[in-house]
């Protein structure tokens, strides 16, 4: 379907990148579970000619989340960290990169533990405080690497501006934007040249999936992913794409309540005995609550919360909790709560949990779309 670029996102939702099938008519995209086609001659073929190159089901899927995001270009992973692996393969090492110091704790690991020994030389630095940011780049920085919110703490960092402070020193800009997905904030519209989603959170939504993509405008930069896609191969299955697909469908829908469900649960914590603090972007009290209301376009669903530091203490309200769950990731239609001091982010550096508030009696939400008074109740019983 010809896409209207006057289309509002929800429409986009249901029919970006979706065309029927041509033979039969098939409304809904088939999952081609094939790994080659045959070709009439050598080298005669209809566009696609070996499944790790490409794919009908993952074209449609890439085509429908271009769209969303309002990129030219969209690369399909099989999850977040293979895209966010793809990303690092194309620069040019030696290299030093900046990332934002309460990087998702998967994206910390990459670069220490992995890419530092390529010659990639990471540098975890407050990405809110932009005189720190400035002080810090060269032209030896080919890559900043930023997320907002920041999980867990909900830190708001400042696209436009970061984006401006790079390219000053031909540093390109890269924004994970998995907290947000494309219905809540469009970084590159703001100015940075890359996105990243870890489509296993918001966009796949049902927590039955594992999938990541980049999406970029900038031609170069998407031929030289499009490549690493391909030679190293970390590519979408065809379900998964089939199931991304199904899932885009109600993603602005499913937005729309995470939000709503997001802030009200967030109020209400904020008035409860028994929890220190709240943050959340969409609360007057966040202390960048102004640049969050300027640059997203609603605040996603992700409320973390402080409870007194005490493990023991923890522990027991989170046996007593009955609709949320504890578990790891975030961005499905049900509600989770994860510790990160002991699940997510166990692998961030002690001083640095330490220093960034990482501890004992905080807790990230992951608010679901069931009704908001019964995510209240459940929170409200659980407390002592
Ligand atoms: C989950 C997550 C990732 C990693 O994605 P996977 O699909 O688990 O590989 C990256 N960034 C953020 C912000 C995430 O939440």
Known sequence: MTI???WGLSTL???????PEPITGAIMTPIFQTSTY???APGEHKGYDYSRAG????????ASLAALEGAAHAITFATGMAAETAIAQILDPPTHVLLSQDAYGGTGRLFRRLFAKYGIEP???DLRDLDLVASRLSERTQLLWAETPTNPLMQIVDIEGLSRLAHRFGTKVV??????SPILQNPLALGADLVVHSSTKYIGGHSDLLGGVVM?????????????QFAAGAVSSPFECFLMLRSIKTLALRMERHCANALAFARALEEMEGIEKVLYPGLESHPQ?????????GFSGIVSAYLPADMERVSRFLSKLRIFVVAESLGGVESLVDHPEVMTHASVPPELREELGINAGLLRFSVGIEDVRDLIADVRQALP
Do not use: S, Y
């Not at 924004?175 to 947000?180: A, G, K, L, W, Y």
């Not at 609550?289 to 376009?297: C, D, E, I, N």
């Open 216 to 228: 970029t405008n900038d031609d170069e930069l998407a031929e030289k992913v499009r490549f690493v």
């Open 175 to 180: 924004v994970d934007n998995t907290f947000c």
């Open 13 to 19: 939702c249901v029919h970006a990148g979706v065309e």
């Open 123 to 125: 540098e975890f630095i």
């Open 38 to 40: 045959v070709q009439a």
């Open 55 to 62: 794919n009908p089901t993952r074209t449609a899927l890439e």
């Open 289 to 297: 609550h102004a640049l969050a209301k300027k640059q997203m376009k």
């Open 4 to 6: 209207d670029k006057n």
